[in-house]
């Protein structure tokens, strides 16, 4: 099934085009399929989101990398009929499948397939940035910063969450260590560059803000379990969610068949080692980040 609408494409050009690409192929389709799963795995960051988002009704939001919507509904229904929110990412199938649900939902929050970093919003018509996992994918995150404060009133605020470093965050750590004894060599990943740990280095993310133009930006620590696979055979579904989604997804798609044959078992066994309770659950890690404009 198709699920945008046919026509509607951002053109993968700009500093972002590579990103662009990336969120409209293969990991976008994926995302929007595994949206119920992946909202049940991330709902504590959500939840923590929220509490720093601190909504109050009437509030003018837009939720940065808004992906399948989640964050955006939540926002929505706290900003309520006299507020407005508007979830703005660049994948296509993820636009798609979060308008779908407002659409089931009722729900009034609207979403634009548009680059954040560059898109014209109308200056200072927004009281609120946010965003879980949605702002870290940007080639140069200091304009686009800069340029999404233009879109916040005098007094406007930030709230995100970002992931800190991958070790320390084992639900993504273990496999993908688990599975380097048997896979090709990985160049290390450049600090900084977009990705999910973009922002992983605080000091670095501080200084983002502030050169962007933010004021009193604070980075909070804030850890959860995470329930990476449940159902009747968790260590199954947590071994399926690792290799479809996230860093170990993209390097098992250039595998040989032995290759992936051992670092499967390796990563299952990974797994294995977290069941509680009739469920994987592994440690995640973010930083909470709020701001004024
Ligand atoms: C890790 S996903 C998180 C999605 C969603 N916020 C969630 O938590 O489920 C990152 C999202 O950021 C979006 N994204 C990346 N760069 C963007 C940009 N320049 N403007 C808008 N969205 C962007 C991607 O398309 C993707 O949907």
Known sequence: MTLHN?????????????????????????????????????????????????????????????GCGATTLELAARAGAGGKTLGVDISAPMIARARQRAEEMKSPAEFMLADASSHPFAPASFDLLASRFGIMFFLEPVPAFAHMRKALAPGGRVAFACWRP???????????????????????????????????????????????????????????????????????????????????ARIFRELNDEQRRLSTAAVREALARHVADGRVVMGGAVWLVTARA
Request: with cysteine; glycine share 10%; proline share 10%.
């Open 6 to 66: 046919a026509g509607e494409n951002l053109a993968h050009e700009g500093p972002n085009a590579e990103q662009i690409e990336y969120w409209n192929g293969d990991a976008g389709s994926r995302w929007a399929r595994y949206q119920d799963k992946l909202d049940g795995l991330l709902q504590p960051f959500s939840d923590a989101m929220l509490r720093i988002a601190a909504v109050k009704p009437g509030d003018r939001t837009i939720d940065v990398g808004c």
């Open 166 to 248: 991958m070790k320390e965050n084992p639900w993504i750590a273990a496999p993908l260590f688990a599975a380097l004894p048997h896979i090709p060599k990985q160049e290390p990943a450049i600090p900084g560059a977009p990705g999910p740990f973009a922002f992983d280095d605080r000091d670095r993310l501080h200084g983002v803000l502030t050169k962007a133009g933010y004021s009193a930006v604070e980075i909070e620590p804030f850890d959860a379990p995470l329930s990476v696979g449940t159902g009747a055979d968790p260590v199954a579904d947590a071994l399926q969610q690792t290799l479809d989604i996230g860093p170990l």
